[in-house]
């Protein structure tokens, strides 16, 4: 029973470990010259103190939700990633291939409509 | 190997699904068009091309044998090709008619048809789906398509209402939906219809479960539906929204769900504990929708509250739950499909004085029959069919509806129904009065409405207007026929199909 | 061939012609004026259906075929399907329809010429033959009532063709009005049948039909026939057919003469089964067909419109045919049916011919100088002289006329001679003491067709012309569109009569209408049987009666006509005095019915007891209704905030009452 869970500690500890090394790494390695903007919560992003009713570009939004939805879509792919071993072992290559590259293309009319239509020009 | 052959199976059921695939490869080609130029004009008529070839394929399963696909989860035969071809038919007539109306309004962005396409596409899986994992796919993939044509004019602060109310009680009533999905599925173990209706119940704590599923279950459709007291929405946002966008809400989607109500009622639960929610709702939802639609002035707000009682019509039928009910219901929504698209359709092409439906009053159309008279004369034949006068179409449906729920001895249910159309004898013929036996001059609103001149005609839109009225004409002589079909859906032979799947 | 596609294809292909002639010009301005398009489709497709039926008439193996084209609706029992019966019957009347409707259509391509309206009449007309088919194929009483409601619509129609003229228009209503009192009678026996029966076609009728009791019987027959008054004109409801010769003169020659006036003689016929079965009410038919052909025939002497003359004429040659089937002669009237049609047929469109002659004078009249606001060109004391000018006119017109005087060897001669002695007969033999009365009436009724026959030809074409200035202005022939039509009818009228020859000849055995339609050789149409036959010296004797009865009294009128022309009215109104008054006044009926119906049912009864009644009554009723609803609305309304949170509350609320009633309802 506890022997199961043993790779989950080790697993945990290594990242726990290396999270720490680096960002101690950064801090002795590193060039330290703050100023104000460098020492905001969340660079180039917004201010979590004060007013609340500020404007954003509605891109922000935007590109958060491309990055969703491509995001959600892609995760789809993983189920398909691990057992893409068996399909092949079963004799299904071309069946499993044919599924993933329809996904795929409606994947990419979905990303060329999304550059055509100028939702990544965070410019514009 | 299991999964070669699994493959190999999924290959050979393609054509069940050709409908479907060729609805949504030129659902995606056209949005690709639309991302180069979103206006193109070829747009629509793609649409088109593709869903006439769709409806071609479908007329031609109309006679085929029940029977599933795709391991159970999509069903085919003449059943599914004919709500397929109900929602295919009323997607083509949609698209037409949208043409010079999206124009106008200067909205005629290619997404609009694609969109179309894809809610088209949910439909058909709605209306062919065998198993609760589809009904819950073809459902969303309808309902979110629709929430964003609900709200296509942006700039209209009613369009963009319209679409957030649909949006936030449609997400609500999913809810419910997913969660009565869930229940039965833990009382029965499958999410197969048929399956689902030779489960054991064995234990009371089963039954409670299953039963309190389909409670909730019921509750999604019958908010689709839109039947009373889940129809709140419906009102605001056929008003708000494009007019033929919707007609095609109100004929087509309804369509697709009760299309799939029935399989859900006839295969997974033959147990009629159901009758009496649905004969109550029936009742509420045809008091409210008619007496409701007694005090509009817009005409499109009275066509939501008439699609309410329609829809209660329709749930008098299930309510009875033979087979010669569902048969009239299923001929009761080709009637019904046709002679709303045609009244949306009339409206669309109504709204000519700069002001948008939502706003336009009743009033401001005095007269306007002797000016425009093939509108006028199509619109005479859709009220009258949605009366229920007996030379058209809505007379026989009406009479497949009541005349089997008399059958099963809900007597009193029709009685109310047949007052309730009564009822809406005089909103339905307000109209008409209005349209022809009403002077311009006498109407301050008409007069105003005319200062910009008249409405402009559009000669394919008028076609299908003049289509749909004849059609509703000539089903009116082959109504026989064709309930006779629909009720050759549910013979014997299609019981046994239905042990299939799961 | 095929003769289920065959029956198909007569049905459809006018109907096919009313679409295309009514749709097309509706919708496309200037398809209207394209007479020669409009006509030669309106005219094949029926000349085609007739063609399709002589194929199918002359390959008939005497097996009846029945065509099922879909079902309509079914409703518990009841069963409705649109469904065909070709037998011999159907195949005679079918000809009929479509051979003189065919020739009827022929000539208004002549007669419509340049009227505005031609793709209108057209498309009417084409509808009207589709209905008549409908009638007369139907397989059962749904069907057959499905048409006999359409050819009194298309009736309405085309009588109240030129509507702007509002006499026109009241005339069609009143045909409209008068012919729903005898087709609620017709409604009311076939549900009597299908209550008792179960069933409206037409081979269980005849089968079960019969068996019935004998008051369900009487009744039945009772209720047919009065749908049949209604629309074959007699007494009491024949008011409407006179006034109906307001609708142009080709639609008096199909709809009001040939065709649509004896589908109440095909009922009769078709049922005849039942009507031999319920013999009081055959005495009932044949006394008023009787007194309506006596009726009639007397009021036609007094009348100078040319085409009232006919339309009487018509409503008393009904009557015969009506005797005929009173006396269980049914496939005699078929016959008189049969050689009617050509000699109507031929007589009308002469007089729509001689018509737009006069009305060619009037015209000329006019740009003479003359004051024309009197001339009526279709009065025939204005008439007169008419052979001169238009030959072809005159001698169909005559040969027509001598054909309905029954004048030895010509068509009406065997056909109105077989019903009187089939009326004879039924008295002589079958003891039945109201044919004595109604031979008796019918012998006299020939005497008066020939008369006024006789005088309404005389007074048309020969002697003087009557109009001004008759030296100067002439009239003219009409084309040859209007005469080719003429001398196809007057042919029909000299012939169509040796279908039937009497039984003096070699004992009946020639008399083919009889064989071909009679039950006794294996036809649909029954007959009733009588023991033993009349003596053949009293046949031949009265074959000469009534040549003899008809020959004198034509030449008689001849020569009274030709010597004194119109003023012979004066001395015949001298003569008969009061009586004369009673005729012209067409016996008072059209006053009967404004006083007594009109005035004390409608208006006073109506408006001063019923009309009160409504408008407090039933209206407070209704109008209280309405308001409770409306007020009702108002309330629902205010649930209706517009509010989403609301919205959301009423779904909770309905979640509550659909798994309330679910969990614990069951």
């Known amino acids: ?124 | 190997m299991e999964l070669a052959r699994a493959f190999s199976t999924m290959a050979a059921d393609l054509p069940a699904i050709f409908s479907m695939i060729v609805v949504s490869v030129v659902g995606l080609v056209m949005l690709t068009v639309a991302a180069f130029r979103s206006d193109h004009p070829s747009i629509p008529w793609l649409g088109v091309a593709g869903m006439v070839v769709a409806s071609a394929w479908e007329l031609f399963q109309l006679g085929t044998e029940p029977g599933t696909a795709f391991f159970g989860a999509i069903r085919v035969g003449g059943y599914a090709a004919f709500i397929n071809l109900l929602v295919l038919l009323a997607g083509i007539a949609t698209t037409i008619l949208s043409v010079p109306y999206l124009h106008r309004l200067k909205h005629d962005y290619g997404e609009v048809y694609a969109l179309l396409m894809y809610a088209t596409v949910g439909m058909i899986l709605l209306g062919s789906s065998n198993s609760m994992v589809s009904i819950f796919v073809g459902l969303e993939t309808m309902s979110v398509c629709l929430y964003v044509l609900a709200g296509l004019i942006r700039e209209d602060e009613g369009a963009v209402e319209a679409a957030l109310k649909y949006f936030l009680l449609g997400a609500f009533s999913t809810g419910f939906f997913l969660y009565g999905i869930a229940l039965m599925y833990g009382a029965t173990g499958t999410m197969y219809l048929p399956a689902m209706a030779q489960a054991d119940l064995a234990t009371a704590g089963g039954t409670l479960l299953f039963w309190a599923g389909v409670a909730l279950f019921l509750i999604g459709f019958l908010f689709k539906v839109s039947a009373a007291p889940f129809h709140m929405w419906t009102p605001d946002v056929y008003q708000g929204s494009p007019t033929p966008l919707t007609g095609y809400m109100s004929t087509a989607s309804k369509a697709a769900a009760f299309g799939s109500l029935i399989l859900v009622l006839y295969y997974a639960l033959p147990a009629e504990r159901w009758t009496l929610v649905l004969a109550v709702v029936a009742v509420i939802t045809m008091v409210v929708g008619n007496v409701m639609a007694l005090s509009q002035a817009n005409v499109k707000r009275m066509l939501a509250y008439s699609s309410i009682a329609h829809a209660g019509y329709i749930l008098v039928a299930l309510a009875a739950g033979t087979e010669a009910a569902f048969a009239g219901a299923l001929f009761y929504l080709l009637v019904y499909t046709v002679m709303n698209i045609g009244a949306f359709g009339v409206m669309a092409l109504l709204e000519w004085d700069g002001r948008e439906g939502r706003v336009q009053t009743l009033d401001s159309l005095a007269g306007i029959g002797t000016d425009r008279p093939v509108l006028g004369v199509t619109m005479v034949v859709f009220m009258f069919s949605l009366t229920g006068f007996p030379p058209f179409g809505g007379f026989f449906g009406k009479y497949a509806v009541f005349a089997p729920a008399v059958d099963a001895g809900l007597t009193w249910l029709v009685l109310i129904g047949v007052l309730m159309s009564a009822v809406s004898g005089y909103y339905y013929l307000r109209v008409v009065y209005v349209f022809w036996m009403q002077d311009r001059d006498d109407v301050v609103d008409a007069r105003q409405a005319s200062l910009g001149g008249l409405p402009p005609v559009s000669r394919t839109s008028q076609g299908v207007l003049v289509v749909c009225a004849v059609g509703l004409v000539a089903m009116a002589f082959f109504s026989g026929g064709l309930i006779e079909a629909a009720t050759g859906f549910f013979d014997a032979s299609a019981m046994a199909a239905a042990g299939g799947g799961g | 061939m095929d003769s289920e596609l065959l029956v198909r294809l007569i049905l459809l292909l006018p109907l096919f012609g009313a679409v295309v002639n009514g749709l097309g010009p509706l919708f496309v301005e200037q398809m209207r004026t394209r007479e020669g398009w409009i006509g030669t489709l309106g005219t094949a497709v029926v000349v085609v259906p007739f063609a399709l039926t002589a194929y199918l008439f002359a390959t008939f193996d005497g097996t009846p075929v029945v065509v099922d084209f879909f079902t309509w609706m079914e409703a518990g029992d009841l069963s409705l399907q649109f469904s065909y019966l070709v037998d011999e019957l159907s195949l005679i009347m079918t000809l009929v329809v479509t051979g003189v409707g065919g020739v009827i259509h022929l000539y208004s391509t002549g007669y419509m010429h340049g009227d505005s309206g031609y793709w209108r009449f057209f498309a009417y007309l084409n509808l009207f033959i589709f209905a008549m088919l409908n009638l007369v194929l139907a397989n059962n009483l749904p069907v057959l009532f499905l048409g006999w409601e359409g050819v009194g619509l298309c009736s309405y129609l085309l009588i109240g063709f030129w509507y702007t003229d509002l006499s026109n228009s009241a005339a069609a209503n009143k045909a409209f009005i008068v012919n729903r009192i005898g087709d609620f009678a017709f409604l009311m026996a076939m549900f009597l049948l299908f209550s008792q029966l179960g069933s409206l076609d037409f081979d269980v009728l005849l089968a079960e039909g019969p068996q019935l009791s004998q008051d369900v019987l009487n009744w039945t027959v009772l209720l047919l026939f009065i749908g049949a008054t209604g629309k074959s004109a007699q007494i009491p409801l024949f008011v409407w057919l006179p006034d109906a010769m307001a609708g142009p003169t080709p639609v008096s020659a199909l709809i009001h003469a040939a065709t649509m006036v004896t589908s109440g003689l095909y009922l009769l016929a078709r049922m005849s089964e039942l009507v031999l079965a319920a013999e009081i009410v055959m005495a009932v038919i044949a006394i008023v067909g009787a007194l309506t052909a006596i009726m009639a025939a007397t009021i036609a002497i007094t009348q100078n419109d040319i085409k009232k003359v006919l339309a009487y004429s018509t409503v008393s040659q009904l009557g015969y045919m009506f005797m005929a089937a009173g006396v269980g002669a049914f496939f005699v009237s078929i016959f008189h049916v049969l050689t009617h049609a050509f000699f109507k047929g031929c007589l009308f469109l002469g007089s729509g011919s001689v018509i737009h002659s006069m009305e060619h004078v009037e015209h000329e009249l006019e740009a003479e100088g003359h004051d024309v606001s009197d001339f009526d060109p279709q009065d025939m004391r204005t008439m007169g002289g008419l052979q001169q000018y238009m030959p072809s006119t005159g001698w169909t017109y005559f040969i027509a006329t001598l054909a309905i005087s029954g004048i030895p060897l010509l068509a009406g001669f065997f056909s109105k001679d077989e019903i009187l002695f089939k009326a004879f007969e039924y008295g002589f033999v079958g003891g039945a003491n109201y044919a004595w009365f109604v031979w008796g009436v019918g012998v006299i009724t020939a005497a008066l067709t020939a008369f006024y026959m006789a005088r309404s030809y005389y007074l048309t074409f020969l002697g003087e012309p009557r109009w001004p200035d008759a030296d100067t202005v002439h009239a003219h022939e009409s084309s040859a569109s209007m005469t080719i039509p003429l001398w196809i009818l007057a042919g029909g009228s000299a012939v169509t009569g040796y279908l039937g020859l009497p039984a003096v000849i070699a004992d009946g055995k020639l008399n083919w209408i009889h064989h071909y339609l009679g039950a006794d050789y294996g036809g649909p149409v029954a007959e009733p049987s009588l023991a033993g036959h009349v003596p053949l010296a009293l046949e031949w004797g009265l074959i000469g009666l009534s040549s003899g009865i008809a020959v004198g009294v034509f030449l008689y009128a001849r020569s009274a006509y030709l010597a004194t022309g119109v003023a012979f009215d004066e001395t015949l109104s001298a003569r008969f005095g009061g009586l004369y008054q009673t005729w012209s006044d067409t016996y008072y009926w059209d006053d009967f019915y404004d006083n007594v119906v009109v005035d004390s049912l409608i208006n006073g009864l109506a408006r001063r007891g019923l009309a009160p009644f409504d408008g407090r009554v039933v209206d407070g009723i209704v109008n209280g209704v309405a308001g409770a609803a409306q007020v009702g609305s108002g309330l629902l309304r205010r649930l209706q905030t517009g509010v989403v949170q609301n919205y959301a509350l009423a779904l909770v609320l309905g979640v509550v009452l659909v798994i309330g009633l679910m969990v614990f309802g069951g």
């Open chain 1, 1 to 124: 029973m506890f022997a199961e869970f043993v790779p989950l500690f080790i697993m945990i500890v290594l990242a726990l470990g290396l999270a720490f090394t680096l960002l101690k790494a950064a801090e002795i390695l590193g060039p330290s010259r703050p100023n104000k903007i460098k020492r905001t919560p969340y660079e180039s992003g917004m201010d979590p103190v004060g007013s609340a009713r500020e404007r954003y570009s509605v891109k922000f939004y935007l590109v958060a939700m491309i990055f969703i939805v491509f995001d959600v879509e892609v995760v789809f792919m993983y189920p398909w990633a691990v057992s893409f071993q068996d399909f092949i072992d079963g004799g299904a290559f071309l069946g499993v291939m044919t599924v993933v590259t329809i996904f795929s293309v409606i994947l990419m009319v979905g990303l060329l409509y999304d550059i055509k239509k100028g939702g990544l020009d965070f410019e514009k």
